[in-house]
């Protein structure tokens, strides 16, 4: 077993792995956080994006033992770091149809926060290159492409 110190959502967070669990069991089943969703379990479908030192990570492929010292973001952060309910990047979901049953949300909501940290105005073809990996059985997409693009004029990159 393997102890991992590392930054959970701003906290420093400690906790006892078995050097072949994946990121995604660690947040979801040791920790608890269970925002982030398993779908495909491949790398296929982006559900379980989260941010490892800033770049999008699929957590069901990502050695937990791996993020050592490093700084995680999943969705719980988005909100909790504000104190005040969403982020305007999940609110311009909502808005904007970009959740429909919100099993793909998670991951594209982190998806974007990378993209938006990167790109503060991205074009629609950005944005579809940024979710390429992210899959979505309901919304045809576009409500998710008008959701980023919302928050990204309104907030001068969304996440803030
Ligand atoms: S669950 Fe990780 S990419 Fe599908
Ligand atoms: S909202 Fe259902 S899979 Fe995307």
């Given at each position: ?13 400690v ?48 050695p ?6 490093r700084e ?38 982190m998806?974007?926060v ?47």
């Amino acid at each position: 077993m393997n102890r991992v110190t590392f930054t959970l959502n701003g906290r420093s967070t400690v906790a006892v792995v078995d050097p072949h669990k994946r990121l995604i069991d660690l947040l979801r089943d040791t920790l608890g956080e269970t925002g982030t969703k398993e779908g495909c379990g491949e790398g296929e479908c982006g559900a379980c994006t989260v941010l490892v030192d800033g770049r999008a990570v699929n957590s069901c492929l990502y050695p937990a033992p791996e993020v050592e010292g490093r700084e995680v973001l999943t969705i719980e952060g988005l909100a909790d770091s504000r104190g005040k309910g969403l982020s305007p990047l999940q609110q311009a979901f909502l808005d904007n149809g970009g959740t429909q049953c919100g099993f793909c949300t998670p991951g594209m909501v982190m998806a974007a926060v990378d993209l938006l940290r990167r790109n503060e105005h991205p074009t629609r073809a950005d944005i579809q290159t940024a979710l390429t990996g992210n899959l979505c059985r309901c919304t045809g997409y576009v409500q998710i492409f008008e959701s980023i693009e919302a928050a990204a004029s309104a907030t001068n990159g969304g996440e803030s």
